[in-house]
T-cell receptor, first 111, second 113 residues
Framework: DSGVTQTPKHLITATGQRVTLRCSPRSGDLSVYWYQQSLDQGLQFLIQ???????AKGNILERFSAQQFPDLHSELNLSSLELGDSALYFC??????????FGPGTRLTVL | GEDVEQSLFLSVREGDSSVINCTYTDSSSTYLYWYKQEPGAGLQLLTY?????DMKQDQRLTVLLNKKDKHLSLRIADTQTGDSAIYFC?????????????FGTGTQLKVEL
């Protein structure tokens, strides 16, 4: 158990819908990262937050947004969902730059 | 560039050593990592190496880093069936005011009896 929690574990929704994925980092970790894992793209970095501020952005679609709250938990919002958004979404946290610990992931299925 | 490459499959017999290889392209990477992913599970951090090191050993795991050739390897001694999983190498990249990990495609390790 990495100490990073993600909810929900599974999510099934329809095209055009909007969903919110939630992540609680390890106690004391200020950085939160979001990654997407899909069969065609592999593991891709989406976005990083540090202590509530966006720090780095990857190949995140404009339909996707994220935020980190004062209690350091983070949410990833996915809107106007398409079939191709079906993937495993991971959250990771770190206290320093050297190690990222990953949560169990949220499996999103868009029908 | 930020490409990390790995071979897709490796099959070994139980008790043998496994060697999983990775090449990366960003010479400024300060940390390189190995993660393990079992079916239906998240990414488990196995070990990492700082770029000024050539080797790191942690129980059955040995990481070798050839910075000149940008080559990283993970050796698992006495491989067990429980080691069957996908192994990802990743490099630490500074980007903008933050950082990220760039992952390889993953190597599926199959351990046969």
């Amino acid at each position: 158990d990495s100490g990073v929690t993600q909810t929900p574990k599974h999510l099934i929704t329809a095209t055009g819908q909007r969903v919110t994925l939630r992540c609680s980092p390890r106690s004391g970790d200020l950085s939160v990262y979001w990654y997407q894992q899909s069969l065609d793209q592999g593991l891709q970095f989406l976005i990083q937050y540090y202590n509530g501020e966006e720090r780095a952005k990857g190949n995140i679609l404009e339909r996707f947004s994220a935020q980190q709250f004062p209690d350091l938990h983070s949410e990833l919002n996915l809107s106007s969902l398409e079939l191709g958004d079906s993937a495993l979404y991971f959250c990771a946290s770190s206290v320093g730059p050297d190690t990222q610990y990953f949560g169990p992931g949220t499996r999103l299925t868009v029908l | 560039g930020e490409d990390v490459e790995q071979s897709l499959f490796l099959s070994v017999r139980e008790g043998d050593s496994s060697v999983i290889n990775c090449t990366y392209t960003d010479s400024s990477s300060t940390y390189l990592y190995w993660y393990k992913q079992e079916p239906g599970a998240g990414l488990q951090l196995l070990t990492y190496i700082f770029s000024n090191m050539d080797m790191k050993q942690d129980q059955r795991l040995t990481v070798l880093l050839n910075k000149k050739d940008k080559h990283l390897s993970l050796r698992i001694a006495d491989t067990q069936t429980g080691d069957s999983a996908i192994y990802f190498c990743a490099e630490f990249i500074l980007t903008g005011g933050g950082n990220k990990l760039t992952f390889g495609t993953g190597t599926q390790l199959k351990v046969e009896l």
